[in-house]
């Protein structure tokens, strides 16, 4: 079975410019997380969705946006990147949200730079 | 202030050994607690949930106190394989939905 499956793996922009990310959760899972990891640090969480809603959002300004699709898959967009943008962008699914006591499974991320 | 507090360290030690982790959460309405690893260059991967009894899982052990708001870690008889970041990890509801909070993570590598 394929696990959650992240693409693309390595991305390079340019400041101001925008950025889709997919993500495609595990056969059967209905929850999509996203979080943002930077270099030493922990990831941090950026949005939940479950059943097309979004479920959550982290302290992430309004250039941050996502939607989930009814095959369950989901975009990442962020606009105007800004050189502090450059980070592991991380997808995670579960068959639950995150509200309930549920194992995660991530993907192995996109790699974006912004130079 | 950090939601979610962790020793960064690198925390070296020798093959054998025993290793605690202790991690501190600010939100006293957290609901669920998590250790994850995560090794260099790769995804986070599920350790061990957390539960208010404490669990152990074989050379694991976590530990829960709601009233210090205090997780920790305990692994016993460290393997060379046991080297990765491990990664304390709370669910917490605020006005915008739940959350996973993740803490900057502690750095465990284990010698021969």
């Known amino acids: 079975d394929a696990g959650v499956t992240q693409s693309p793996t390595h991305l390079i922009k340019t400041r101001g410019q925008h950025v889709t990310l997919r993500c495609s959760p595990i056969?059967?899972?209905?929850?999509v997380s996203w979080y943002q990891q930077v270099l030493g640090q922990g990831p941090q969480f950026i949005f939940q969705?479950?059943?097309?809603?979004?479920?959550g959002r982290g302290n992430f300004p309004d250039r941050f946006s996502a939607r989930q699709f009814p095959n369950y898959s989901s975009e990442l967009n962020v606009n105007a990147l800004l050189l502090g943008d450059s980070a592991l962008y991380l997808c995670?699914?579960?068959?639950?949200?995150?509200?309930?006591?549920?194992?995660?499974?991530f993907g192995s991320g996109t790699q974006l730079s912004v130079l | 202030r950090k939601e979610v507090e962790q020793d960064p360290g690198p925390f070296n030690v020798p093959e054998g050994a025993t290793v605690a982790f202790n991690c501190t959460y600010s939100n006293s309405a957290s609901q669920s607690f998590f250790w994850y690893r995560q090794d260099c260059r790769k995804e986070p991967k599920l350790l061990m949930s957390v539960y208010s009894s404490g669990n152990e899982d074989g050379r694991f052990t976590a530990q829960l106190n709601r009233a210090s708001q205090y997780i920790s870690l305990l692994i016993r008889d460290s393997k060379l394989s046991d080297s990765a970041t491990y990664l304390c990890v709370v669910n917490e509801i605020s006005n915008s939905g739940y959350a996973l909070n993740f803490g900057k993570g502690t750095s465990l590598l284990v010698t021969p």
């Open positions: 969705y479950y059943e097309k809603e979004e479920r």
């Open positions: 056969s059967g899972h209905k929850s």
């Open positions: 995670a699914s579960s068959f639950a949200p995150i509200a309930t006591n549920e194992k995660l499974f």
